[in-house]
């Protein structure tokens, strides 16, 4: 009979372990969602292509691709020419981030300057302000 107790004892101790460590990671990546904020990257539109050859955005850009640390993450379909500026919500941390231009032709342009932009967590709002009853 002891030697079943220990048995249940450790499976519970390992089972607590594990417990801890999915809960820890959940919180992790919880934690990643809730702390993104919003951040605006903006850009210069292209024009030349990546072979160098010339193309108007007014009347040629399809889309403009924004990756951030090695990611796609937004692609802007635009009117031709009209978008400059997107908010994408990032994790707390530094991002480092290029646009690439796509033609209605599907060429690229070559990559942009990369930008670095720190997102710090936004301070959590106050307490209520309550008014006294007149």
């Not at 048995?7 to 969602?33: E, F, Q, S």
């Not at 403009?64 to 009117?79: E, F, H, I, K, M």
């Not at 709002?125 to 007149?134: E, N, S, T």
Request: glycine share 8%; aromatic share 8%.
């Amino acid at each position: 009979m002891t030697w079943l107790k220990t048995k249940l004892h450790n499976a519970w101790l390992h089972l607590k372990k594990w417990g801890i460590a999915v809960l820890a990671t959940l919180g992790i990546i919880v934690g990643g969602v809730i702390y993104a904020q919003p951040v605006t990257w903006s850009w210069t539109n292209a024009t030349q292509r990546e072979d160098g050859s010339i193309f108007d955005p007014a009347t040629e850009l399809a889309e403009t691709q924004l990756y951030c640390d090695g990611d796609d993450v937004n692609s802007v379909a635009a009117t031709a020419g009209a978008d400059t500026a997107v908010i994408v919500e990032q994790a707390i941390g530094r991002h480092d981030c290029y646009a690439v231009h796509v033609d209605i032709y599907g060429l690229t342009s070559a990559r942009s300057a990369v930008k670095t932009k720190i997102v710090i967590p936004a301070s959590p709002p106050g307490p209520p302000i309550l008014d006294d009853p007149v």
